[in-house]
């Protein structure tokens, strides 16, 4: 998108929004075009403002954008996908949530790439409709950490450089990748990563998301996988991650009746 074009139209998903003002909004945008950007949507607080309901959070709309001297301005929005089903479901959304978060701490403004679009917009269609979302959300992971260069290696041992064979081996997080079980006492921060934890990321790495949802993912190995991504994404992001916590709390409060 040429730089001078004052206006432009560009497919949105929201990622979060605050209040601006007495009556604007800050939304941060995962655009097409430009990546992750901030704008500004103008009286959209307002009761009778037309935009507020295409600008909540996770919904992927159609925007027409002015450029503000030192923001963007949303001067339309046009829903695309609401993702309706999505905001009935307390872990979805959770879910949704973890999803963005992500995408936001891992990503910086107008770093534009529409392979990383397609992922969310895909993944967040898929907590919406699917009956489970824990294989979207574990394909979004593997494939988020693939597109933006932190792929962990995991086909050969990155102390001895030998093909991994299929039993139970180990991870060391600081050097991103597999160690042998020869060399895991070797390596201070290596902690065992069993043989189906392995072979199920590794399916997931190599695989178009209809081919890795082949594989059947029970409970306890997502468990065993959201244990170890998490542990892997804080390790990259130096921070811990807030929904997480959030998820956990729905996880455990009781289902009524």
Same mark, same amino acid.
């Given at each position: ?10 497919? /949105? ?8 003002? !007495? ?43 002015? #450029? ?9 929005? !046009? ?17 949704? /949530? ?10 910086? !403004? ?27 959300? #574990? ?42 079980? #020869? ?6 921060? /290596? ?22 949802? #082949? ?10 996988? !959201? ?31």
């Amino acid at each position: 998108m040429p730089i001078q074009e004052r206006t432009f139209r560009s497919e /949105a998903i929201v990622l979060s929004h605050k209040n601006w003002g !007495e009556a604007d909004r800050m939304l941060w945008l995962y655009t097409r075009n430009l990546g992750k950007v901030q704008a500004i949507a103008k009286g959209v607080r307002k009761i009778r403002s037309r935009k507020a309901g295409h600008l909540e959070p996770f919904t992927c709309s159609n925007l027409l954008l002015a #450029r503000g001297r030192s923001f963007l301005i949303i001067t339309q929005a !046009e829903t695309l996908e609401a993702y309706l089903d999505l905001r009935t479901d307390l872990l979805r959304v959770g879910y949704a /949530a973890y999803v963005v978060e992500l995408l936001d701490r891992f990503t910086y !403004e107008e770093d534009d790439n529409q392979l990383v679009y397609r992922l969310l917009k895909d993944t967040l269609s898929r907590i919406d409709s699917e009956q489970t979302p824990y294989p979207a959300v #574990r394909y979004f992971e593997i494939h988020l950490l693939d597109l933006l260069g932190y792929r962990p290696e995991l086909t050969k041992c990155l102390n001895c450089d030998s093909v991994i064979q299929p039993e139970d081996q180990f991870f060391s997080i600081s050097m991103g990748g597999v160690i042998c079980p #020869r060399c895991g006492s070797l390596i201070p921060d /290596a902690r065992p990563i069993s043989m189906n934890t392995l072979k199920y990321m590794r399916h997931f790495q190599r695989s178009s998301y209809r081919d890795a949802t #082949r594989a059947h993912l029970t409970p306890e190995l997502n468990q065993d996988l !959201e244990h170890f991504m998490q542990r892997y994404i804080t390790y990259l992001l130096e921070r811990n991650l807030n929904t997480p916590a959030f998820i956990l709390r729905v996880k455990e409060k009781p289902k009524k009746g």
